[in-house]
């Protein structure tokens, strides 16, 4: 019997432990014109609005590590998910405005535009003190997508019609 006791014991603490992170929700109130930071799977209520907003994806990091020479594009893409009375819109973000990928630093939603601000953590070098033409680059630890952070700011849109 006690075997069974501390077999359901452990499973259930395996339960509880194999809970993902997107099982989990930031239920903070956030204001127009005021920088928000969120995690992955993170989600913020802008009540002014009347949705929420939530960071659901980092789609690509192609941004060059500090100190470093790169070529090509370089920029953060990340997804984010409104939830107005249970109707989902997802759009995407990025660092720079990309029209082939379809995404750029601002989405317009209703009144209100959406600005990215920044996608943390910037790719590093493993060694700093080793020339840029010499340098090895880290690829993501395995834990930097879900510590990336994404900042951006909701503005009202100017909706007033133009006066005499």
Not at 29 to 38: D, K, R
Not at 39 to 49: D, T, V
Not at 122 to 140: D, G
């Amino acid at each position: 019997m006690k075997n069974l006791s501390y077999c359901t014991l452990c499973f259930c603490l395996m339960l509880a432990l194999s809970c993902k992170k997107d099982d989990l929700q930031l239920a903070n109130n956030i204001n127009a014109s005021e920088e928000v930071a969120l995690e992955l799977f993170q989600q913020a209520n802008f009540k002014e609005g009347n949705f929420s907003i939530k960071f659901t994806q980092l789609i690509e990091d192609t941004r060059c590590p500090i100190g470093a020479q790169c070529y090509g594009v370089e920029l953060a893409r990340v997804r984010m998910t409104i939830n107005e009375n249970g109707l989902l819109s997802e759009f995407d973000l990025c660092t720079d405005d990309l029209p082939d990928l379809k995404a750029s630093e601002k989405f317009t939603y209703g009144n209100y535009e959406i600005k990215l601000q920044n996608v943390l953590p910037y790719p590093t070098e493993i060694n700093e003190s080793t020339p840029a033409s010499e340098a090895v680059y880290e690829c993501p630890p395995t834990n930097y997508i879900t510590e990336t952070q994404v900042s951006f700011v909701i503005t009202p849109l100017n909706t007033s019609i133009g006066s005499n």
